[in-house]
């Protein structure tokens, strides 16, 4: 089993849709969580990092459930430029090595 | 933001030949890189962590004899690919923390193909 679990995809939606993604993990002493994008053929960025709290920025909404070991990613009002494979990524604490998942492809088409 | 560079940005080279890959830290000085490959269609899969001064971390599976890291200074990291054959094609991408937050920021990747 995958420590960190996504579905690939794709997801294709429309533009204005509100999309979300999950991911699992198994590692219960992963303490900090990140969802990052990546392009095609491109390096992975930083997208948001996500707290106990849930947090938002802009248009994407990160909730974690610690008890559950379960990430989500909310991306409303879709734009085309957020065609991309979302990465759910974990780290334990204290060091620096993240643990990737395979990725969430989302297409936003016309 | 921080920036990682990562040269070349890809390589064709024949089986058999030596590959080196450079990862270099722009304005922070990183004590650890980490190295990644990336197979199509699969996550990011660590190789190695590199530590400046000292012998690299190897992961489960990675031969430290084929893929040489040398971390000779605190901006740099170079990870050389040995003795190529073409099941060593793939993106491989280097990363680092500048140590004053939680952000990992990425070289640009280099896609190697080894005929």
């Known amino acids: 089993r995958k420590e960190v679990e996504q579905d690939p995809g794709p997801f294709n939606v429309p533009e204005g849709a509100t999309v979300a993604f999950n991911c699992t993990y198994s590692?219960?002493?992963?303490?900090?969580f990140f969802w990052y994008r990546q392009d095609c053929r491109k390096e992975p960025k930083l997208l948001m990092s996500?707290?106990?709290s849930g947090n938002e920025d802009g248009r994407f909404t990160a909730q974690l459930n610690r008890a559950s070991q379960y990430i989500s990613l909310l991306i409303r009002d879709s734009k085309l430029s957020d065609s991309a494979t979302y990465l759910c990524v974990t780290s334990t604490g204290g060091g620096n090595k993240l643990t990737f998942g395979t990725g969430t492809q989302l297409k936003v088409e016309l | 933001g921080a920036v990682v560079s990562q040269h070349p940005s890809w390589v064709i080279c024949k089986s058999g030949t030596s590959v080196k890959i450079e990862c270099r830290s722009l304005d922070f000085q990183a004590t650890t890189m980490f190295w990644y490959r990336q197979f199509p269609k699969q996550s990011l899969m660590l190789m190695a962590t590199s530590n400046e001064g000292s012998k690299a971390t190897y992961e489960q599976g990675v031969e430290k004899d084929k893929f040489l890291i040398n971390h000779a200074s605190l901006t740099l990291s170079t990870l050389t690919v040995t003795s190529a054959h073409p099941e060593d094609s793939s993106f491989y991408i280097c990363?680092?923390?500048?140590?004053?937050?939680?952000?990992?920021?990425f070289g640009q990747g280099t896609r190697l193909t080894v005929v």
């Open positions: 990363s680092a923390r500048d140590g004053r937050g939680r952000e990992a920021f």
């Open positions: 590692n219960s002493a992963s303490q900090s």
């Open positions: 996500v707290y106990s």
